[in-house]
């Protein structure tokens, strides 16, 4: 069964209540789609596809008033959810997990660390460095099994991301985005995760804690080669989430001159 990223992100239910979705990732038709497993938790962006016809984050030099606007506006209005009153939300959560219980108060997801992927216009404006915004969505009762500075890395796993968490003392569901191809990765240029390539554990496990809050990475994408459309494909990356379907997202973005 195939599920868009937009109606998988509406349901976000516990995973006894939906099946995993399976797609593979292809040019054009079909492009949003999540590949996952029972045994994976998912992802979404943000600002989705501002057309149901082309699922594309585009922006121009020559119109980027004009368009940017739009996901501009899907920015802050998906930020908007998270301007909540901070004594519903335990402000000193310690960067581990523990089994809470639905009526203790969950952490504050601060969206302040995302830095200027929090701030107007969120690099859709000159000098365009477009923010893309991955959401983690509520995975009912899951905890992570993570990888630290200590852990056997995957073979697999992008040496960027390995040196990352070699250097980290902190403990997150890590994330990593690269071009979904070769040429892809030719023309996606350096991205800036913000604040850290991962979704820190302490948001871990959602039990249905009223008020919660899904943690974020922003990625700002410094220097995409103007007119190229680029495939861009993330991945999560826990001991329990099972590498042989690892669940990816996919979605493309392109600036033009």
């Given at each position: 069964m195939k599920i868009s990223i937009d109606h998988a992100a509406s349901l976000e239910k516990p995973f006894f209540q939906y099946p995993g979705v399976s797609s593979v990732s292809t040019f054009g038709k079909n492009l949003r789609l999540?590949?996952?497993t029972f045994d994976?938790?998912?992802?979404?962006?943000?600002?989705?596809s501002m057309s149901a016809t082309s699922p594309i984050i585009s922006v121009s030099n020559s119109t980027s008033k004009t368009r940017s606007r739009r996901y501009i506006r899907a920015l802050s209005d998906f930020l908007q959810e998270y301007q909540k009153d901070t004594s519903n939300y335990n402000l000193n959560c310690p960067n581990e997990y523990s089994k809470m219980d639905r009526t203790e108060k969950p952490c504050l997801f601060d969206?302040?660390?995302?830095?200027?992927?929090s701030q107007l216009p969120y690099g859709y404006t000159k000098p365009l460095q477009p923010c893309v915004l991955i959401k983690f969505n509520k995975r009912?009762?899951?905890i992570p099994e993570y990888y630290n500075y200590s852990s056997?890395?995957?073979a697999n796993m992008p040496i960027k991301l390995k040196k990352a968490i070699r250097e980290s003392r902190k403990f997150h569901v890590w994330l990593s985005?690269?071009?979904?191809n070769n040429v892809d990765k030719e023309h996606i240029g350096e991205i800036e995760y913000i604040p850290s390539p991962g979704f820190p554990v302490e948001y871990f496990p959602f039990t249905g804690q009223p008020n919660y809050l899904s943690p974020i990475v922003?990625?700002?994408f410094k220097n995409l080669t103007p007119d190229r459309l680029v495939t861009v494909e993330c991945n999560l990356w826990a001991i329990n989430i099972v590498q042989r379907s690892h669940y990816s997202l996919d979605f493309?973005?392109?600036?033009?001159?």
């Open positions: 999540a590949r996952s994976s938790p998912g992802i979404v962006f943000k600002p989705n969206i302040k660390s995302l830095g200027k992927c009912f009762d899951w056997t890395l995957p985005c690269d071009g979904a922003a990625l700002k493309q973005i392109m600036i033009e001159s």
